[in-house]
């Protein structure tokens, strides 16, 4: 049979799952944004504190990235994704309820931790593409990458605005549920 240039159905559901992974780490990294000034001034933080919260996940990503990447070739990338996804769940229902500073810090260095999943998703991704297609599985990656910065801060702002102050975190915990069922089926 010649090879027709297409992905098999079963692998166009997990490039679409990583993808949905990937774009879920950038919407939670970008949803607080709009947000996180007003809980860290209600909280009284300073701007060193403020700096820390905002820092604290990006430095938690990379901190797991490599940790992760490593132990996902030990005990395979879907239960490291899945349990990823769910303390990303779990770093967002302590976000949206947040009832003092440290909450809300140990919410950003749970979910930066958990979005330390894309080196996993990565390596996922180049396992189930074949070498000529590895460019364009990479490029499903960047994509999430750029859809996800953009509409995160957006999502943030919006789900504030008009359903309070809780909903940008439990719209994330609902992405990131969502995900999980569908990673995991």
């Not at 240039?5 to 559901?13: H, I």
């Amino acid at each position: 049979m010649l090879y027709s240039g297409r992905m098999p159905p079963a692998s166009r559901a997990r490039v679409g799952v990583i993808f949905f992974t990937v774009l879920i780490d950038l919407i939670g990294f970008g949803i607080v944004m709009p947000i996180l000034p007003f809980y860290a001034h209600r909280f009284g933080a300073s701007g060193l504190a403020y700096g820390a919260v905002l820092g604290i996940y990006s430095f938690m990503q990379f901190l797991a990235t490599a940790l992760l990447g490593k132990l996902s070739d030990r005990v395979g990338r879907r239960p490291l994704l899945l349990a990823t996804m769910l303390f990303n769940a779990a770093g967002y229902v302590l976000f949206a309820f947040a009832g003092s500073y440290w909450l809300l810090f140990l919410s950003r260095v749970i979910s930066g931790f958990a979005g330390g999943n894309i080196s996993v998703a990565q390596a996922y991704m180049a396992d189930i593409s074949t070498p000529s297609e590895r460019s364009r599985a990479m490029g499903v990656i960047g994509a999430a990458f750029g859809i996800g910065f953009s509409a995160g801060p957006a999502v943030g702002g919006l789900a504030d605005q008009f359903l309070g102050h809780t909903a940008p975190g439990l719209v994330a915990v609902g992405l990131s549920l969502a995900n999980f069922v569908s990673a995991y089926f």
